[in-house]
């Protein structure tokens, strides 16, 4: 589904080196988690995947379904099946939370050549996604993420993602910030799109919610490199004993 | 002080090309007002009102030219069951225009005024704005006081069931048209009254409203899309004792618009708000100049204009709350915002509070803005295309000041106006 090699990104502004040779494959129907300490670069490559200005890839490449992410623009990776949930989600006043929906399921809908959905349609879809993850219809009438708590705006997240039904989501930390009842809700609307034809790949500082969401493969990343790779335990390990013994190991 | 030459004569050679019309009864507030310009003159780019926007094509004595636009689509408020009064070129039009019989409110052209010695709209003819000449002369309107060739009396006596929709017309590329109209709303009544149209190659409106004492007035105005003509507007409102004054201003395209609202609070427990939102491209030049004088206790006014600029147009905001002694509790709100769509365009704000009362709350900004690029991003990774990312940026942007039309169907009106607007401007 996704395949990472050898990416090296840098800052376009400055000459900075964020990630230095980032390989990685995610098959369709599995869960990969990327664990790291801070800065290590876990948003930056998922903000490079999804087509953020400011940085520059200076080598590498990046293929969903074999189709070069790279040179896409961001609404068109997003037609291609590609979904990040922010770290931080963006506040949009005077922007419908609906409106922003429904704009954004239409506009993936006519790129991939598939008529607009009806309004009543969309509605029914969107109140059911909501119901599931307790997201109630005044959060639904408000501006994008204003006046949301953290919590809200995670799960909006989701809802989008819940909505517009993308092959590979890429979760950047939606659990931090999040209390175990939401963090539930998160992994519960997670869990109800995994299928055979859709991949994760799930960034978290914590083991928490891999208890919820289960993974297939554990990547850690270290100073813009995944410096090792294994299963469910390796979460376990950081856990218990932090980074610490992996990065010296490593070493 | 004598005026300056040039000032003088260029003030002479306006009025030059000019007839005082057979006024009637309004004929010593025409004289006056006429007065009251060959004192101040005609204003000159060194003033310091006129600082911002040059007032050389409203002031020269013929009108320059400009196109008539035929977009062949629907006038703004088409959709709306209204009483329509037509004016072609400034001149009012009985056959395009409805029956101006409805119950509530009590229409007449000014010409009638005097044959119909209808008092109140004698009475205010000229004088909220003659009012409105201190402390900052407005000549633009005085000449139109002097001047005017048509207009209407608007009494409002009850809640009359539809808007009264003042439609303009232009169809003479280089027609000058001065219109003043006087509208009194009574105590307890309460109306609505739109505005459109392209009116005339250049166009000098005045509008003066006197609202009693519990009266309301909504008042919404669409201007262009015609690009090539000029205007200079005034409105003189004055708000008794908790009434309301509602006024929403859409601007779209336009070389040279100049809109003043001059409003007194002097009753009270009032509230007054007036907003703008304007979209524009290249040449165009919009300028807001709004005066607020609270001289009551516990009134609201509100002051919301947004502007939208694009491939080297200019927006010119001037506001004032001035809060007279003795008018505390004063509420007084006042935000001036412009979105540069690229590095060419320019906003020249200025924002000023005047405070003789201490028990008052007054707040007032003025931001200048790029896109927000998070934002951007953001909407763009959901899969929505940049240029339509843009528009709803640009669209949530104006919200603010089209909430101010509390009509919900006509601010959707409004709305798919300026979506249009943008879709055909990438
Ligand atoms: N736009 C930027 N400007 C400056 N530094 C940046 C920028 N983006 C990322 N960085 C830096 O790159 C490193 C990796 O950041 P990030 O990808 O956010 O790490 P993580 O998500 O793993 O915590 C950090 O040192 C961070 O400060
Ligand atoms: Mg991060």
Redesign the pocket.
Known sequence: MLEIKNLHVK?E??D?R?LKGVDLSVEAGSVHAIM??????????S?VLSGRD??EVSEGSATLEGADLLGMEPEERAAAGLFLAF?YPVEIPGVGNMTFLRTAVNAQRKARGQDELSASDFLKQVRERAKELKIDAEMLKRSVNVGFSGGEKKRNEILQMAVLEPKMCIL??TDSGLDVDAMKLVADGVNALRDAGRAFLV?THYQRLLDHIKPDVVHI?AD?RIVKSGGPELALEVEHNGYGDILAEVE | MALPQAKQTATEARIDALQLPEGGCTQAAREAALARLRQMGLPGRRDEYWKYTRPDTLVQPDAPEAAILDTGEAPVFDAFDRLRIVFVDGVFDAEASDDLQMEGVEIDRIHDICTRDIHWAKDLYGTLEARGQTPVPRPLAALNTAFARDGVAIRVTGRPSRPINLIYTHSDTASDAILHHVVRVESGAEATILENGPAASRFNKCMEIDIADTGSLHHVRAQGRDHERRAATHMFTRLGRESAYKSFTLTVNGVLTRNEQVVELTGDDAVAHVAGACVGDGDFHHDDTVFITHDAVNCESRQVFKKVLRNGATGVFQGKILVKEGAQKTDGYQISQSLLLDDDSQFLAKPELEIYADDVACSHGSTSGAIDETALFYLRARGIPEKEATDLLTLAFLAEAVEEVEDRDIAADIVARLEAWLSRHS
């Open positions: 800052l502004e400055e900075k964020i790291g300490p801070n800065g290590s670069g876990k948003s930056t490559l903000y400011g940085y770290q950047d930390e960034i990343m813009g």
